[in-house]
């Protein structure tokens, strides 16, 4: 790989002329523009502070390779070299990663929907297992997690849920999740002990507001009704659950999880401003439509992007051909060792495409 030093030290002249701006009278009587300045400065501070350790690096190995000529300072130095190394070569790739334009969704909040498969009862029941496996996770990270909708099934499975997770870089983390997650094991009501295969479908979406996208309420077509719980649990005899039709699109969004109508309203609304915003998105970005249909695709079992085998306690991610054999831990919320690897492949990938540089990344392979 072929650190793009052209493109890091014209970010870094950027960001001296911006620390010049920022000083003068001008800028700061301005708030608008000054806060905007600042902004775009924030967000080259780790290429300048990476590519300063860069050159220094550089410059600490270059004079080490000149010093094995000297016999007193060879055997120092040949200790010394193959750390220097392997600094420099994780510091390239980082700041190689850092020239990827930042994805406009990556701060915002999630709409995380989680639906039942293949499978009938056994597929809700997984569709069960992964929402909890989210809601650690989110916990873990501080996160929090607002239930928006929930239809659950007559065995304590869930055929459809909806919730909103809100913190620190939310979509940035989860984007990868969604596609077509398939469970391999012993359902409950299996007498012979045989493993069956079902599925459950995740979307993972930003959260967007009015700025964002704009619905004309003549295209929403609205009913109420009375909310409650499975088997008569919980009923609320007032008429607090909303559904919103979209007529365009024949978008359907419900939201029945609170006792205020006004309140399952605001949310119902959020909720179909965000699958809106995600459609009128794909149609801009023809690439990145069909990138995302090919993670989400249908319910079927040929059509999957990870793999959770509960005889073999394995979680295979089919994308990037990782096998975990800590599946206990998995879908316990301990996600970091799909989600971290699965990050770092698609930005190799958007390297490859944008700036035609190649990392070099070998296949992931398994993990005990």
Not at 104 to 132: K, M
Not at 147 to 165: C, D, N, Q, W
Not at 261 to 271: C, D, E, L, T, Y
Request: proline fraction near 4%; aromatic fraction near 4%.
């Amino acid at each position: 790989m072929v650190l793009p030093k052209d493109k890091l030290e014209s970010l870094v002249a950027r960001a001296n002329e911006l620390d010049r701006l920022l000083c003068e009278p001008d800028a700061i009587s301005d708030m608008t523009r000054y806060r905007k300045l600042m902004i775009e400065r924030a967000d080259l501070e780790g290429i300048v502070t990476g590519f300063e350790r860069f050159v220094s690096l550089e410059k600490h190995l270059a004079e080490d390779r000149e010093a094995l000529a000297d016999p007193e300072l060879r055997a120092m130095v040949e200790e010394e070299i193959p750390e220097l190394e392997s600094q420099l070569a994780e510091l390239e790739q980082s700041l190689t990663l850092l020239l990827l334009p930042a994805d406009p969704h990556d701060a915002r909040n999630t709409i995380l929907e989680i639906r039942g498969g293949e499978g009938g009862d056994e597929a809700t029941l997984f569709a069960q297992d992964l929402f909890r496996m989210y809601s650690r996770f989110a916990d873990s990270r501080g996160w929090k997690m607002e239930l928006i909708s929930m239809s659950e099934s007559s065995v304590g499975g869930v055929r459809e849920v909806i919730a909103e997770i809100s913190g620190n870089s939310v979509y940035s983390t989860l984007r990868f999740e969604g596609g077509v997650h398939r469970v391999q094991r012993v359902p409950q009501t299996e007498a012979q002990g045989r493993v069956h295969t079902s599925t459950a479908t995740v979307a993972v979406l930003p959260e967007v507001d009015d700025v964002d996208i704009q619905i004309d309420p003549k295209d929403i077509r609205e009913s109420v009704a009375a909310s409650g719980g499975p088997g008569g649990q919980g009923v609320n005899t007032t008429n607090s659950a909303v559904q919103f039709l979209h007529i365009p699109t024949g978008l359907i969004v419900k939201c029945q999880d609170e006792r205020s109508q006004h309140k399952n309203r605001a949310r119902a609304m959020k909720v179909l401003r965000s699958r809106l915003y995600e459609l009128e998105y794909n149609k801009r970005h023809a690439a990145t439509s069909a990138e995302r249909k090919s993670m989400v695709g249908g319910a079927e079992r040929a059509e999957k992007v990870r793999t959770y085998n509960f005889p073999q306690n394995r979680v295979t991610d089919h994308r990037i051909g990782l096998t975990l054999y800590k599946l206990d831990r998995v879908i316990s919320g301990a996600l970091d060792e799909l989600i971290v690897p699965l990050r770092t492949h698609f930005q190799a990938e958007r390297l490859k495409a944008e700036f035609g540089i190649d990392l070099g990344l070998a296949p992931s392979r398994s993990s005990e």
